[in-house]
């Protein structure tokens, strides 16, 4: 006798992040039924903090503007950036992927959501075979007040500006006083805020708008969100899983799911006891929500699934603050006038590359321990001319200065000492680097080389947009930690986001998609939404998959009731 259910649906979802809510729309729109699961007291998820960027290649905007990408020059690209990194990143994985992620955006298309496509965003290796610009999609700006009470409950990052503003915005914030083009685009900006706000409009940014978009076509659909209510355990008949366990209002619940269960709750970032055991940093630097507690990783190896890619996550260099706390880095690192030094007063890395590349080189300064403390360091005129942070060109903050944030010098020597660098190493990087900066060529590490540098770089410093000699004091430095976007091991599963075993086989009723699973972009960073463009993608196949085998289940039992 099978155990009783206090509650019986089609597909029940754990995680109420993008790629949760998206088989859960998958789900209903095919008009059966779904439930979401979610922990936390918000939904959405770390999606909901993110840029809301989606890396979806050769999708309908690119094919409406004729941008000439095809599934084989994606393909070829992926091949060229990820290499060979065992099943996670298998051939079978990439085609789907790359086959279904127009459909996925075609999908949300026509369930309602207004997607603006970042034409000028560069893929991160642009300069390999079938890198291009301009793969990425986004949800544009959205009226929070069309979630109703919703809204209330949506996850939000401390600090997130509710400003009308996509990623096709974010590049012209730091050169706002510099160039044409950056200060246009900040206007526009600014100006969209102020009009969204006199007209009564709540504007939702980035992932908020994504999620809010995937919130509003929840809603429509009446699908059920359950906050507060973490997964405890899987339940598994017959060598599959047929429903799970939960912890709601307390008390334990079992949920049935005919179709199957998706899970989607993300990853292991904010537990550190697994992360001291699989990685070299602990989840004090991480950038996540709160909720990324790795119980959906937890109870599939409970039932022997396989996992890929532990060891690995989401890589960037982010600033530590006085109070512990991080914040993620990408264009202040770029921008000309500063370098990245080690301990020695070395460069180890191009400043201005993906994210995952110079988190894996901090990584790398002491391979297996602690990471040894690394050190932004910048002349007078980067902290002039470039915003940093939410701080305007040449408006520092005192209590960065007084806290200890950021130190600042007359003499690189001086600055090397306040620091703990080595002077003598500090002293003759920069005297090198300054010569690569006037040649407008990194003889080292290649920096201003491709597109994607370029992206982040200022385009009236000639003759490199993001090389300028650091020779102006008073000399400022900021020290760098490597943090992450979550990691990005998980549970093993195959083209159609089914979790497999250990022996490779496959674990009937069971899917996964997003930071639970071992990533398809294995140990690299793609593009512009590489993880939510997996994560959704998958979530649109496994819900799919799941449906598929639940609907022929039903119809050959009618076939056989009629016979």
Same mark, same amino acid.
């Given at each position: 006798m099978g155990p009783t259910w206090d509650h019986e649906t089609d597909l029940v979802v754990v995680g109420s992040g993008a790629a949760g809510m998206l088989a859960a729309i998958v789900a209903a729109s095919r008009g059966q039924r779904t439930i979401v699961v979610e922990r936390e007291p918000t939904w959405g998820g770390t999606s909901a903090?993110?840029?809301?960027?989606?890396?979806?290649?050769?999708?309908?905007?690119?094919?409406?503007?004729?941008?000439?990408?095809?599934?084989?020059?994606?393909?070829?690209?992926?091949?060229?950036?990820?290499?060979? +990194?065992?099943?996670?990143?298998?051939p079978e994985r990439r085609k789907a992927y790359v086959a279904t992620a127009p459909k996925v955006v075609q !999908?949300?298309?026509?369930?309602?959501?207004?997607?603006?496509?970042?034409?000028?965003?560069?893929?991160?290796?642009?300069?390999?075979?079938?890198?291009?610009?301009?793969?990425? +999609?986004?949800?544009d700006v959205l009226d929070g007040n069309k979630l109703g009470d919703m809204r209330k409950t949506?996850?939000?990052?401390?600090?997130?500006?509710?400003?009308?503003?996509?990623t096709r915005s974010v590049q012209y914030l730091p050169v706002a006083f510099r160039t044409i083009k950056g200060f246009l685009g900040t206007t526009r900006m600014m100006l969209r805020t102020l009009w969204w706000r006199l007209t009564g409009r709540d504007p939702l940014p980035i992932g908020n708008a994504l999620l809010g978009s995937l919130g509003i076509?929840?809603?429509?659909?009446?699908?059920? *969100?359950? #906050?507060?209510?973490?997964?405890?355990?899987? +339940?598994?008949?017959? @060598?599959?899983?047929?429903?799970?366990?939960v912890e709601r209002e307390g008390r334990r619940e079992r949920v049935r799911a005919h179709a199957g269960v998706m899970l989607t709750a993300g990853g292991f970032a904010k537990n550190s006891s697994m992360r001291r055991k699989y990685q070299p940093v602990g989840g004090e630097y991480t950038s996540v929500s709160p909720g990324d507690q790795g119980e959906a990783i937890l109870a599939g190896k409970r039932i022997k699934a396989a996992t890929a890619l532990m060891d690995d996550a989401w890589w960037g260099a982010s600033f530590l603050h006085p109070d512990g706390s991080t914040s993620f880095s990408v264009h202040e690192r770029s921008m000309p006038g500063c370098i990245l030094v080690g301990p020695d007063g070395q460069r180890f890395c191009n400043e201005s590359a993906s994210y995952i590349d110079v988190g894996h080189a901090m990584l790398e300064l002491n391979p297996g321990g602690d990471p040894p403390p690394t050190w932004l360091i910048m002349d007078a005129r980067h902290r002039r001319r470039y915003m940093f942070g939410q701080a305007l060109p040449g408006q520092t903050p005192k209590e960065w200065f007084t806290s200890g944030f950021m130190k600042k010098a007359d003499t690189l020597r001086g600055l090397a000492e306040q620091c703990g660098i080595d002077p003598d190493g500090l002293e003759a990087a920069v005297q090198r680097f300054n010569g690569f900066a006037r040649a407008g060529r990194d003889e080292d590490f290649h920096r201003g080389a491709t597109a994607y540098d370029n992206y982040y770089g200022d385009a009236r410093?000639?003759?490199?947009?993001?090389? #300028?000699? *650091?020779?102006? =004091?008073? !000399?400022?430095?900021?020290?760098?930690?490597? =943090?992450?976007? @979550?990691?990005?091991?998980? #549970?093993?599963?195959?083209?159609?986001?089914?979790? #497999?075993?250990?022996?490779g086989s496959v674990i009937r009723g069971l899917y996964a998609a997003g930071n639970t699973t071992a990533s398809v972009m294995g140990r690299t960073y793609?593009?512009?939404?590489?993880?939510? =463009?997996?994560?959704?993608t998958f979530a649109f196949l496994g819900a799919q998959h799941a449906l598929d085998v639940l609907l022929l289940g039903v119809q050959q039992e009618k076939q056989e009731v009629s016979a």
């Open positions: 903090w993110s840029g809301g960027g989606l890396w979806m290649p050769n999708n309908p905007l690119m094919q409406r503007d004729g941008a000439g990408d095809s599934p084989e020059k994606a393909l070829t690209y992926m091949d060229a950036c990820i290499g060979e +990194v065992g099943p996670a990143s298998s !999908f949300l298309a026509d369930e309602g959501v207004n997607w603006v496509r970042a034409e000028e965003y560069p893929d991160y290796y642009p300069d390999r075979p079938g890198g291009m610009i301009g793969r990425g +999609v986004e949800a949506l996850a939000a990052m401390d600090g997130m500006p509710a400003m009308a503003l996509t076509i929840a809603q429509r659909h009446r699908i059920p *969100i359950w #906050l507060e209510s973490p997964m405890v355990e899987l +339940v598994e008949e017959n @060598g599959g899983v047929t429903g799970i366990v410093n000639k003759p490199n947009p993001n090389l #300028l000699p *650091i020779e102006r =004091g008073p !000399f400022l430095a900021a020290r760098m930690v490597p =943090g992450d976007l @979550g990691t990005k091991g998980g #549970l093993l599963t195959d083209e159609h986001a089914r979790v #497999l075993r250990v022996d793609p593009g512009p939404g590489s993880t939510l =463009g997996p994560s959704t």
